[in-house]
């Protein structure tokens, strides 16, 4: 019998995750979602910023020649439903600030960004910071950025029991607006960076992260190219598979959300159909053969309607990624040089 290391690892993890997710979902706004979401055109979902946001900038520190800034503004995003917007003004201020960590040499940005979106439940970019950044910075020759997502890191609202818990829940209406907040702040995010002169700006993300990077493949204006790391779009599958979506998925159950009804919930919301706009052979995917979470079938089904752009399978599965990422920094790197030259 073959031993699955990271299935196993991820079957653990999920379980562990019992551990934080002690609280339920206090609300059911399943009619809510139905009333203001469902049907809606892409525009309106996911409206584009109308300008570049006003950033504060201000120095965090410096390692030899390298420069790490730490970047603010005011989340252009608007909530569609009226009586969660009261809830998100009063309940979730901190959300409304959004924040970014950039790294570019202190002689001033260079000529390519890669920017980061980070996985759920991610505290702050300290790990990214210290591990995978400075490694893109250096074998790919970019300049890096990595912002927060709502309700994690200084976005995270008080009384919260650990970052990300008011992202996926089965708050059905705040989970959609978590994910249309997280694309329009990364939207302005680009184009500020664009402001700022930089010729080639990819973006990459894990897990969340990286789904959040495949939404905005489908959404003009476009960055140059995506790497998303283990992740797809059918948040079905991701629900009624993902160990650590368990929460999510009892509470759906304690407010009379069968299967049938969730399934016919999140086709409807319609992510996993969205057609891209980038070219194939300006993505990158990598996906994990083990991953219990965001599940190889899901990928390979979306892979296969969106005409199949490259994709590094690595062994292991979501948890123990960290082993494939001089692989994967060394793919990024050719599909960079790849769009870089003449």
Not at 41 to 62: D, G, H, T
Not at 268 to 287: D, F, K, N, T, Y
Not at 309 to 330: D, E, K, N, S, Y
């Amino acid at each position: 019998m073959v031993v699955k290391i990271g299935w196993l690892v991820d079957g653990v993890a999920g379980y562990a995750s019992r551990f934080l997710h002690v609280r339920s979902a206090e609300y059911d706004t399943s009619a809510d979602l139905e009333r203001h979401y469902i049907g809606l055109p892409q525009e309106q979902l996911f409206p584009a910023p109308e300008r570049p946001p006003l950033v504060l900038r201000r120095p965090v520190y410096s390692l030899g020649d390298r420069v790490v800034e730490s970047l603010s503004f005011a989340s252009e995003h608007v909530c569609l439903c009226p009586k969660y917007r009261i809830r998100h003004d009063r309940d979730y201020a901190a959300n409304h600030t959004v924040y970014a960590r950039w790294m570019h040499p202190r002689s001033g940005p260079r000529r390519h960004l890669i920017l980061y979106v980070h996985g759920w439940l991610e505290p702050g970019p300290w790990i990214e910071e210290t591990t995978l950044l400075p490694k893109m910075y250096r074998e790919l020759d970019v300049d890096c950025a990595h912002i927060q997502l709502p309700f994690h890191g200084k976005r995270t609202p008080r009384g919260s029991l650990f970052h990300g818990e008011h992202y996926f829940t089965a708050d059905l209406v705040r989970s959609l607006e978590a994910i249309r907040q997280s694309i329009i702040d990364v939207r302005s995010m680009l184009l500020w960076f664009r402001s700022q002169g930089y010729e080639q700006i990819g973006v990459t993300g894990l897990s969340l992260g990286g789904s959040l990077t495949m939404l905005l493949a489908c959404l003009s204006p476009l960055p140059d190219y995506i790497v998303p790391m283990i992740s797809h779009l059918d948040l079905l599958d991701a629900v009624e598979n993902a160990p650590i979506l368990w929460r999510m998925r009892t509470d759906l159950e304690r407010f009379g959300i069968g299967p049938e009804r969730r399934a016919e919930i999140f086709q409807s919301i319609g992510l996993s159909s969205l057609p891209p706009a980038l070219s194939p052979e300006r993505q990158l995917w990598v996906a994990a053969r083990e991953d219990r979470y965001l599940s190889a079938h899901a990928v390979e089904r979306q892979w296969e309607a969106w005409q199949r752009p490259p994709i590094l399978w690595i062994g292991g599965g979501h948890m123990t990624f960290p082993v494939a990422v001089g692989r994967i920094i060394r793919r990024m790197g050719e599909l960079k040089q790849g769009l870089t030259l003449p």
